[in-house]
T-cell receptor, first 111, second 115 residues
């Protein structure tokens, strides 16, 4: 089983749609979680951290369920510029700051 | 503010040639440093990470090596490149200590093609 699993997509949605990405992780001792965004042929960029109580940043909402070892990202009112690959990232405990990256979920927002 | 520089941006090398990719971080001290590789259409694979000068941890057996000669400098090297070394190489840094929520921040990457 992969340490971090995501649906690779692609998710093809119209502008204005709401889209949700899911991610599961295998290490129950994982202690911090992030969503990154990667545009084609570019470096990954931090989108948001994921906190236990859930957190929101504009149109983006991240949720964490430690019991189910599940992380989600919700994007409301999708924009064309949201088209990218979204990477679920987990920081396992006691591994020197290492991050484990999921394979990514590709999103394509169409006009 | 902190910045990370990685070069070159693109590189075309013949099989069997040596490699040296350099990464430097500015605006912070004693960062954790990382080298990743991303093959076409694949996820990020952690190659090496370093928590301090001269301290290198290798994640995947391969013909690559890393060195950290200075606090904010991280170098990825190979004596003889293989075709399978082609990919997108990314350097990243993160803060040490403090909050457990320590995201990593990436350089622009080096696109390496082996011919």
């Amino acid at each position: 089983r992969k340490e971090v699993e995501q649906d690779p997509g692609p998710f093809n949605v119209p502008e204005g749609a709401t889209v949700a990405f899911n991610c599961t992780y295998s290490n129950s001792a994982s202690q911090s979680f992030f969503w990154y965004r990667q545009d084609c042929r570019k470096e990954p960029k931090l989108l948001m951290s994921v906190y236990s109580s859930g957190n929101e940043d504009g149109r983006f909402t991240a949720q964490l369920n430690r019991a189910s070892q599940y992380i989600s990202l919700l994007i409301r009112d999708s924009k064309l510029s949201d088209s990218a690959t979204y990477l679920c990232v987990v920081n396992p405990r006691n591994q020197g700051g290492k991050l484990i990256f999921g394979q990514g979920t590709e999103l394509s927002v169409k006009p | 503010s902190q910045t990370i520089h990685q070069w070159p941006a693109t590189l075309v090398q013949p099989v069997g040639s040596p490699l040296s990719l350099e990464c430097t971080v500015e605006g912070t001290s004693n960062p954790n440093l990382y080298w990743y590789r991303q093959a076409a259409g694949r996820g990020l694979q952690l190659l090496f990470y370093s928590v301090g000068i001269g301290q290198i941890s290798s994640e995947v057996p391969q013909n690559l090596s890393a060195s950290r000669p200075q606090d904010r400098q991280f170098i990825l090297s190979s004596k003889k490149l293989l075709l399978s070394d082609s990919g997108f190489y990314l350097c990243a840094w993160s803060q040490t200590g403090g909050s457990i929520n320590q995201p990593q921040h990436f350089g622009d990457g080096t696109r390496l093609s082996i011919l």
